[in-house]
């Protein structure tokens, strides 16, 4: 199932140009061989058609800080409450069934009662980065870079404090009540 969702995320970021045919016809992840990373996987009548990944921060790092490791030690945030999210891909034919909302729903549980994360940083195309800030509650860090490992598109960082989209959410959802993080998600 792994080897299969490698091969998911390889024909999509092939198909969108991100990388080059990489041997194998697989992308590999040394962080998903670490502990408390975890690949989750999407499957519709037995075919993997999309994954999303969750990475701690650890003495490995997160890939993130590849290209953007001032951006994330300025930001003081604390290593054993940090996060990003990675290895996203949905299959072209559930592109715009909202796939990309749930995975990202079922993401931010997992990351916030399972790992207790504070902070999540994710890397996303400069192009697509309004799409995470408005929809998503994450907030630009810094100015966006070339990423040599995707053809050398600028990429953006993004970051979410937990607590500030919790307080946000809940102010704008239920204006004068006091609600809960997982009531609010």
């Not at 290209?67 to 940090?82: M, V």
């Not at 509650?137 to 953006?156: C, K, T």
């Amino acid at each position: 199932e792994f080897y299969l969702s490698m091969q998911k995320l390889h024909t999509e970021y092939l198909r969108l140009g991100l990388v080059k045919r990489q041997q194998g016809d697989m992308l590999f992840s040394p962080w998903f061989f670490s502990p408390g990373n975890r690949l989750f996987i999407v499957r519709a009548a037995g075919e993997v058609i999309g994954t999303i990944g969750f990475i701690k921060q650890s003495e490995q790092g997160m890939p993130a800080e590849k290209i953007f490791a001032d951006a994330i030690a300025a930001t003081h945030c604390r290593p054993e409450t940090t996060g990003e999210i990675g290895s996203l891909c949905i299959d072209e034919r559930y592109r715009g069934t909202g796939m990309l909302r749930t995975l990202y729903a079922w993401m931010m549980l997992y990351a916030i009662f399972e790992r207790r994360v504070e902070t999540l940083f994710i890397q996303v195309e400069k192009r697509k980065a309004r799409f995470y800030q408005d929809l998503l509650f994450f907030r630009q860090l810094g100015e966006s870079r070339s990423h040599p490992d995707y053809e050398g598109r600028e990429v953006a960082l993004l970051y979410a404090d937990i607590g500030a989209v919790s307080h946000l959410l809940s102010r704008q959802l239920t204006p004068g009540k006091n609600t809960g993080l997982r009531q609010l998600l």
